[in-house]
């Protein structure tokens, strides 16, 4: 297992199905990741919520539409929105997108951040390997 | 609190300081997320490490260097590299990298999806609204 993997320029997101899962890849244990390609007009293919995770949708380019329960919300290039625990979910790219929508998706649950808390150490002496 | 937010273009990841914090803009419970940029030349202030999260670094665009306790990884477009629980780490953009170092990172601990499971539910006799 390395700690490293790759998902290529914004245009290759995804690959041939249009969705990359990172997670595996690199070992994560905490947080799910993909990155994905909805070609304009394309859409995932259903509604899903989650029990217990949450999920972060990140909207790098293109334009879109995100169902969120009963709301829908307007996508472009910057949105973020997170899908709570237990919150019915969707996505499109709009058919007159000039581009294809690339999103990434964070998906975790279990502990809350603000529970791990500040759990950061710095070592602000130790010299960068470039430094040298 | 909203769950929804901006970051803007890619050119504007991170804003005047270079960082921008998503999680508390969007009411995030579990997952840690910054966008950044990290301009020619430049580097992250110190080294750190977490003694429970893991962190997730996503490359979108630039080139540059991650120190990950000993090893110094090549970084590009597509690159992404976990930092383990306790493993030191830092990064750079290459002085002549082409274009800033466009990055994510994200954060979490506590506990491992492996555990947390297969927690979706779809519902794929629901409409989409924009198929109505």
């Given amino acids: 297992m390395s700690n490293v ?10 690959g041939e199905n249009g969705k990359q899962f990172i997670h595996r ?9 993909s990155v994905n390609t909805t070609e304009p007009g394309g ?17 790098v ?8 329960d ?6 472009e290039p910057g949105t973020v929105v997170r899908a709570a625990p237990g919150a019915m979910h969707a996505l499109r790219c709009l058919p007159d997108s000039a581009v294809p929508l690339r999103w990434v998706c964070v998906r975790a649950a279990g502990e809350a951040l603000a529970e791990v808390g500040r759990d950061g150490t710095r070592d602000e002496e130790r010299p960068f390997p470039w430094s040298a």
Avoid at 5 to 14: E, F, N, P, V
């Fill in 5 to 14: 993997t790759q998902i290529g320029q914004l245009s290759a997101w995804g």
């Fill in 25 to 33: 890849e690199i070992g994560a244990e905490f947080a799910g990741i």
């Fill in 43 to 59: 859409e995932v293919p259903f509604w899903h919520s989650h029990e217990r995770c949450e999920e972060i949708y990140i909207i």
């Fill in 61 to 68: 380019d293109g334009r879109g539409e995100f169902a969120l």
């Fill in 70 to 75: 009963d709301e829908v919300l307007p996508l």
